[in-house]
């Protein structure tokens, strides 16, 4: 099991990237040892490709994007993931008092977060405080970069 996984079941095989690692990757530089070392079928959440494609503005981030899509099979939320997902956030807002603009926010990661959980998949992020406050109302496998 990963040194950082904030979870206790068995590592999946199955591993899907959320938004924060690509953008750190791309904008930054980070990650590239352990993107190369990874070992596992890496699928695409679609939710992710949507948010990156939001925010695509050079041609290099294009590129990628269309180059993730044609060769990691994509994962769509489903319509529990979506009925789910509102739950969550709901019950999180009503333990801690959550602003709408910040459950606005979290609504993504949380479609990330159920997708992947769906398929059994690993989720990668270095977003720890929004994943491990989702974690805490839905276990998921967690990895945080």
Avoid: C
Wanted: hydrophobic fraction near 40%; avoid cysteine; aromatic fraction near 6%.
């Amino acid at each position: 099991m990963p040194e950082n996984s904030a979870s206790r079941e068995p590592v999946s095989d199955l591993l899907v990237f959320d938004t924060s690692i690509f953008l750190d990757h791309l904008r930054a530089g980070r990650h590239e040892q352990r993107l190369r070392g990874v070992s596992g079928l890496v699928r695409t959440s679609a939710v992710v490709l949507a948010e990156m494609w939001r925010g695509a503005t050079k041609p290099a981030e294009r590129e990628f994007l269309r180059t993730l899509a044609r060769n990691h099979p994509i994962l769509t939320p489903t319509e529990n993931n979506w009925l789910e997902s509102g739950q969550i956030l709901s019950v999180i807002s009503a333990d801690r008092g959550t602003p709408p603009g910040k459950l606005r926010d979290l609504h993504f990661d949380v479609l990330i977060a159920l997708t992947a959980r769906s398929h059994g998949a690993r989720l990668i992020t270095s977003n720890r405080r929004d994943f491990e406050l989702i974690h805490e109302y839905r276990k998921f496998q967690l990895d945080i970069w």
